[in-house]
């Protein structure tokens, strides 16, 4: 099976930077993806990391250790619509299917 | 990135009823899922859909009580059936998405079973 774990609640200010790691234990893993869900709204697709290193989308980037079941989204320049839970999930081998963890509730205060 | 519509975008049903839940894609897709995601929680697999096939279910879910089809390569059906105030939640479907080997979700269908 697979479980996933990230930190349920972080706290950070506007303009700063916050890291939301993610350890996962899987028997079949392919990659790691994460989502951004702002309440009432549907996950919305951030990124994904197939290989280790980092990704960088603009103000997001996504970091990922194979070799340590590890992984990790960096916000930078937090603005306040960054309030949202963010969800990492594991691409399971061969079939698109997401395993997803439980969630991390991120609140920016001015 | 795929445009995926649902329909109903939110109901009210009364327990013992049942609803059906449509999944609109604008592009053919192998792949759909099928979610439930209980308020303030993670979301949880309730069945892979691909065309031509029956639909695969995850554990704890099963198909007399969450029917599936899925006629063709752009629409999916899921019901929900003789419901009871544990199945309020909201439903979510999801696309493969191959280039970045993930999933598109559509907006989700609120439900509140009374």
């Known amino acids: 099976g697979q479980s996933l774990e990230q930190p349920s609640e972080v706290t950070a200010v506007e303009g700063a930077i916050v890291q939301i790691n993610c350890t996962y234990q899987?028997?079949?893993?392919?990659?790691l993806s994460w989502y951004q869900q702002h309440d009432g709204g549907a996950p919305t697709f951030l990124s994904y990391n197939a290989l280790d290193g980092l990704e960088e989308t603009g103000r997001f980037s996504s970091f990922l250790s194979r070799s340590d079941s590890y992984g990790y989204l960096l916000l930078q320049e937090l603005q306040m619509k960054d309030s949202a839970s963010y969800f990492c999930?594991?691409?399971?081998?061969?079939?698109?299917?997401?395993?997803f963890g439980k969630g991390t509730k991120l609140s920016v205060i001015p | 990135s795929a445009v995926i519509s649902q329909k109903p975008s939110r109901d009210i049903c009364q327990r013992g009823t049942s609803l059906t839940i449509q999944c609109q894609v604008d592009?053919?897709?192998?792949?759909m899922f099928w979610y439930r995601q209980q308020p303030g929680q993670s979301l949880t697999l309730i069945a892979t859909a691909n065309q031509g096939s029956e639909a695969t279910y995850e554990s704890g879910f099963v198909i007399d009580k969450f029917p599936i089809s899925r006629p063709n390569l752009t629409f999916s059906t899921l019901t929900v059936s003789n419901m009871s105030p544990e199945d309020s939640s909201i439903y979510l479907c999801?696309?493969?998405?191959?280039?970045?080997?993930?999933?598109?979700f559509g907006p989700g269908t609120r439900l509140l079973v009374l």
């Open positions: 999801s696309v493969e998405a191959r280039s970045e080997e993930t999933q598109y």
């Open positions: 592009s053919q897709v192998t792949m």
């Open positions: 899987t028997s079949g893993f392919y990659g």
């Open positions: 999930a594991v691409v399971g081998a061969g079939s698109y299917q997401l395993t």
